[in-house]
């Protein structure tokens, strides 16, 4: 029976022609349906060996409970493209023995750069210098730079892909990096020049604090009252990772009582906001509509990658990107070179 592959939520996009001739060629079939409803994802999926989800669809999503996957007896992979999975079960996926991978690969280069974009026009104040000029305002001291980057330190929560490609292109501007991430290896800290802290002393000790951990339970509201209250009063919070790591009530008391001094956000817990949003209020905070994955060559990448990790996934092998790499899977897999 050919290696069946189930495309449960694409976000609207078109799917290439090239898509549907390589998958042919490897001798997978590609069935690709926008589920809207558990009926329909059950109808499409039922029989999938691998469950594909292209963006932020929540179809498989109902709870994180362990009886979200057990109607897929043959699934023994879930694809996400895109970075985060918490719009996946990867608990319910882990217990039974389905691998989750990922395409992080595919958005790094360009979350990087919007993350090094926020800073700059945080620190810089360009967003509300750019306003004031707009306004008939020329005043240098109307959104005056809040420091340089140079001999600062900026703090990672979270030593990802992302991350690392961020203290790349930083490391230019001859910066101090710290970063907290148990799950990532003294070797690559060492690599990347970055020294690994625990949270509480990356977050005291940096100038800059940038967010690029997945949202879990562990992760959410990670940043909190008692996390804002750690960094210093001039310290600037950027988050390309997700809202909901980021406790917002507390966020806006820490941005107007002085416990921070501003904060770049692509992201936020309600998406699109509400408009009442006191923080979109505030002069201190740049805010962009979560769009720093995105770039002129995303989506061809983000196809190439995901359908590199299905062929893979067909062939038995391991996927370059694993989420729940512990997991005991279904499937007999091997290593294979990239």
Avoid at 18 to 35: A, D, K, P, Q, Y
Avoid at 230 to 237: A, D, Q, R
Avoid at 265 to 277: G, M, Q, S
Wanted: proline share 5%; glycine share 8%.
């Amino acid at each position: 029976m050919a290696f069946k592959v189930a495309l449960v939520g694409h976000e609207g996009q078109i799917v290439p022609d090239w898509v549907f001739e390589r998958m042919v060629s490897e001798g997978i079939t590609l069935i690709v349906n926008e589920c809207q409803t558990r009926d329909e994802l059950l109808r499409t999926a039922e029989d999938a060996d691998l469950i594909w989800v292209f963006g932020g669809s929540r179809i498989l999503f109902n709870g994180g409970n362990s009886d979200d996957l057990v109607s897929f007896p043959r699934c023994g992979a879930i694809l996400r493209t895109g970075s985060g999975t918490d719009n996946i079960p990867v608990e319910s996926a882990t217990q039974l023995g389905i691998i989750v991978a990922n395409t992080p690969e595919a958005l790094s280069d360009a979350v990087s750069d919007h993350a090094t974009g926020l800073l700059l026009a945080v620190v810089r104040q360009i967003p509300l210098q750019d306003r004031a000029v707009r306004g008939r305002g020329w005043d240098r001291n109307h959104g005056f730079p809040r420091s340089r980057l140079r001999g600062r330190t900026l703090g990672l929560v979270g030593f990802g892909n992302i991350a690392q490609a961020f203290v790349r292109k930083l490391s230019g501007f001859r910066m101090k990096f710290l970063a907290h991430d148990p799950y990532v290896s003294p070797t690559v800290f060492r690599d990347h020049s970055v020294t690994s802290l625990e949270l509480d002393e990356v977050l005291a000790q940096s100038d800059f604090v940038s967010l690029h951990c997945p949202l879990t339970p562990e992760t959410t509201h990670l940043i909190g009252e008692r996390q804002l209250r750690l960094m210093k009063p001039t310290g600037v919070l950027i988050n390309t990772s997700r809202g909901s790591v980021v406790d917002e009530r507390m966020l806006f008391r820490a941005l107007t009582e002085g416990w921070i001094a501003a904060a770049g956000l692509d992201v936020l817990e309600k998406e699109p906001p509400d408009w009442n949003n006191p923080l979109l209020k505030l002069d201190n905070v740049v805010v962009t509509p979560h769009i720093a994955a995105f770039s002129d060559d995303y989506l061809d990448e983000s196809w190439t990658i995901s359908v590199n990790a299905v062929v893979a996934l067909a062939q038995g092998c391991w996927p370059r990107s694993c989420v729940n790499g512990r997991v005991n899977p279904r499937w007999n897999l091997r290593r294979c070179e990239a």
